[in-house]
């Protein structure tokens, strides 16, 4: 029986469990954290919008074309995807389950690979990153051999 993992992740921190097989449990592999996605917005950029020409005599400010919070989960929801698209490649990993809030299951979906995207069974948009492992568990009893 190959090995299924279990990301369990929002915009900041992201769980990573493997189960092996029947009355195998969770197993924690890595505890990956993204404390900026946590910081806020004002914190995230260096300094005040850029001055862009406007019709007319007038300058106005220039607004970043994405929330400096997005751009902070987007680059988590890439390093989350590497970790998977790696494991997978490596031949680590037969079958994946995601569990993250519906926002950032999109950006995850968007980064990971065709090959590893083929491999996610389930896909569960909750929150469960502060869930104890025997709880999470019974969430995932439906698609994991406890």
Known sequence: MSTTWILVANASQAKLYANTGPNKGLKLVKDLKHPESREKASDLVSDRPGQMHGPGNGHRAGQPKTDPKTNEARH???????????????????????????????????????????????????????????????????????
């Open 76 to 146: 988590f929801a890439q390093e989350l995807a590497h970790e998977l698209n790696h494991s997978r490649s490596s031949g680590l990993v037969g079958r994946f389950i995601l569990v993250a809030p519906p926002a950032f299951m999109g950006l995850l979906n968007e980064k990971l690979d065709g090959p590893t995207a083929s491999l996610v069974s389930d896909r569960f948009e909750k929150d469960y990153t502060k869930t104890t492992e025997k709880d999470l568990a019974g969430h995932l009893a439906s698609c994991i051999f406890l």
